[in-house]
Structure formats: C-alpha cells, structure tokens
C-alpha cells in the first residue's frame, strides 16, 4: 500500500475562496482523523469517521469548515470561506484499530496558506 | 478526558551525547502508548509503541517503558546522532478510539 495519500501538497488561496483538501487512507482501515498542526496549538483533532461516519466533530472551529467521507477510500475537508487564521498544517491519518492499540499512519499533509 | 504532557524543546545535544525525553499522561483505563517523529515537511511517523503496563519498546535504538504506577513513557537513546533531529510526540490511544498527542519535542542534535 501506498500509505495515506493527501492533496495537494501546497494550497495558496485568497481570502475568502474555498479550499478543498483531499484524502485517500490505507486501505482497509476503519477510522479516518483530521487534524490540524500550527505552532501555537500544536496537533488538534478536528474530526474523525468510523467506517465512513463522523463520529466527533467537535474539534471543527466553526461552520465554514466541513468534512466528508462518501466511501471507504477518499475524503474531503473544506473550508468557505476561508480566512488568513486558518493557514496551518493540515493531515490526514488513518487507522485500524484504534481501540486495540493500532497505530495511527499519518499522510504527508497539506500545507495551506491564506493570504 | 485523556491527555498527553511532554517536556518542552528545544532540546540541543551534541552526537553520541544521551537522550531523554519524558512524557507522562493522564487516561482511563489501559491506554496504548506511542512515540511518533516527525521530520521537516513530513507527516508524523510511528518510532515505537507499547501496549500493556511494563512492556518497552523499541526502534532504532530508543526505547520508551509503559509505567503504569507513574503514568509515564519517557523516551531514551543512549547515544543520538545528527539524523535523529526531528520533532517527537508521544500519543496515546485511550477508551475514546481518538489519538491523543502531546505537543512535540524538537531535538537538535550537532556534530
């Protein structure tokens, strides 16, 4: 397997468009996280899926964030709009069992910078 | 609900000198514990885990021990090198499913 595959890379955007995040876990793994990494907050969760349902969305910061997870090998994170605040780290990590002591593997992120 | 603490960086050392990194942490029940790194530009990565009270475990020459009585699973290396400059975070896998990190440790280590 690949690992967990994230895109793009790199996204600049103005203020105020929308930005959309993509995420492909590895495959076979039932939980989904989305987590956000800035210096100042470190590593925050901002929502997880089991089996392609969210489960705890209460790390998302406010409505003009949202996320989905249609099937088992891809979702997204979007934010409209967006804003200069909402520059950071964004990764994308998928897991087995997390109950059972599975680690959870990480994908490369998606650096996002709101000008 | 479940969290990590871990001693805050920089940590500066110099090649082949002796690492430590603590970590403790607060949970119910019989967390998973794990340390992860994270290189410049890239997403963090397992180091080592370990899952039951006692256990040690180990990689690339660290190793970190589940002690339950003191909540704690703090890293060691017993001689470190420049390649192992990067940022640590010890995790751990608590009754919520949710990964739980602390806030990282940036190690720096000179020739």
């Known amino acids: 397997d690949a690992g967990v595959i994230q895109s793009p890379r790199h996204e600049v955007t103005e203020m105020g468009q929308e930005v959309t995040l993509r995420c492909k876990p590895i495959?076979?793994?039932?939980?989904l996280f989305w987590y956000r990494q800035t210096m100042m907050r470190g590593l925050e969760l901002l929502i997880y899926f089991n089996n392609n349902v969210p489960i705890d969305d209460s790390g998302m910061p406010e409505d003009r964030f949202s996320a989905k997870m249609p099937n088992a090998s891809f979702s997204t994170l979007k934010i409209q709009p967006s804003e200069p605040r909402d520059s950071a780290v964004y990764f994308c990590?998928?897991?087995?069992?997390?109950?059972?002591?599975?680690?959870?593997?990480f994908g490369q992120g998606t650096r996002l910078t709101v000008v | 609900g479940d969290s990590v603490t871990q001693m805050e960086g920089p940590v500066t050392l110099s090649e082949e000198a002796f690492l430590t990194i603590n970590c403790t942490y607060t949970a119910t029940g019989y967390p998973s514990l794990f340390w992860y790194v994270q290189y410049p530009g890239e997403g963090l990565q397992l180091l080592l885990k370990?899952?039951?009270?006692?256990d040690k475990g180990s990689n690339k020459g660290f190793e970190a021990t589940y002690r339950k009585e003191t909540t704690s699973f703090h890293l060691e290396k017993g001689s470190v090198q420049v390649s192992d400059s990067a940022v640590y975070f010890c995790?751990?896998?608590?009754?919520?499913?949710?990964?739980?990190f602390g806030r990282g440790t940036s190690l720096i280590v000179h020739p």
């Open positions: 995790a751990l896998n608590g009754g919520s499913y949710i990964p739980t």
């Open positions: 495959s076979g793994h039932d939980y």
């Open positions: 370990a899952t039951k009270a006692d």
């Open positions: 990590a998928s897991s087995l069992d997390p109950g059972g002591g599975t680690e959870a593997f």
